[in-house]
């Protein structure tokens, strides 16, 4: 089975599962996001999972999205991104997990 290479890069409370701040990630080619997503969990368990997503409900619906950029791009654009979670990940690929948090001038 063909085999990529991804890398990760951790912020905020995502840290706190991984213990650490960056790695790169050796994964079965052709998976998607949805389901890289899925390996990182199993790898990383719950406390990671409740981290990378964000939860909640608008006007009465559920929903549940993951806090992830992929090279740069929140994987919900659909600009960017037309597949989605569906979208098929590839060699040399850059996975930010967890909230970017940015400041402000003083």
Request: net charge positive.
């Amino acid at each position: 089975m063909a085999k990529i290479k991804v890398n990760c890069e951790y912020f905020t409370t995502v840290l706190g599962a991984t213990k650490k701040d960056k790695e790169t990630i050796e994964i079965a080619a052709n998976m998607t996001v949805e389901k890289f997503i899925e390996f990182m969990a199993d790898k990383y368990g719950n406390e990671f999972s409740k981290n990378v997503y964000a939860e909640g409900e608008i006007q009465g619906k559920k929903f549940k999205t993951p806090n992830i950029y992929l090279n740069k791009k929140r994987i919900q654009w659909v600009q960017d991104f037309p597949k989605g979670l569906k979208t098929i990940v590839k060699d040399g690929d850059v996975f930010w997990f967890g909230l970017i948090v940015g400041g402000g001038n003083n």
